[in-house]
């Protein structure tokens, strides 16, 4: 399954912008897709996952309440809807997809087997 994530751009601070991560179908029956982003001399940071087929949400403490994950099963595709954009949100943004972890680990990129090509978000203040 390929990963194609696009909507990243130049924007100002305050501003919204919407990811999405398309897959050329589904993985399995129950995996996880997950958003991260990596900032030039900065490790790959955990944004947001959801889960398949339950649905569930997790969030980076420094993203909730901006950003909304979500996904369309029809289109097997998953949204990150950014609000309220910040210079340090400004990052390649990669979509990922791996098999189902426990809740204390789905945050960690290593658990993700297949990666996007990653899209540029620019956040100017």
């Known amino acids: 399954v390929q990963l194609q994530a696009s909507g990243g751009g130049l924007v100002e601070a305050g501003s919204s912008l919407r990811l999405s991560c398309a897959a050329s179908?589904?993985?399995?029956?129950?995996?996880?897709t997950a958003w991260f982003r990596q900032s030039p001399g900065k490790g790959r940071e955990f944004v947001a996952a959801?889960?398949?087929?339950?649905?569930?949400?997790y969030y980076a403490n420094s993203v909730e309440g901006r950003l909304t994950i979500s996904r369309d099963n029809a289109e097997n595709t998953v949204y990150l809807q950014m609000s309220s954009l910040k210079p340090e949100d400004t990052a390649v943004y990669y979509c990922?997809?791996?098999?189902?972890?426990?809740?204390?680990?789905?945050?960690?990129?290593?658990?993700?087997?297949?990666w996007g090509q990653g899209t540029q978000v620019t956040v100017s203040s």
């Open positions: 959801i889960r398949w087929p339950t649905r569930a949400r």
């Open positions: 179908g589904r993985p399995s029956s129950s995996y996880s």
């Open positions: 990922a997809t791996g098999p189902n972890p426990i809740t204390s680990t789905i945050r960690s990129a290593s658990l993700y087997n297949n």
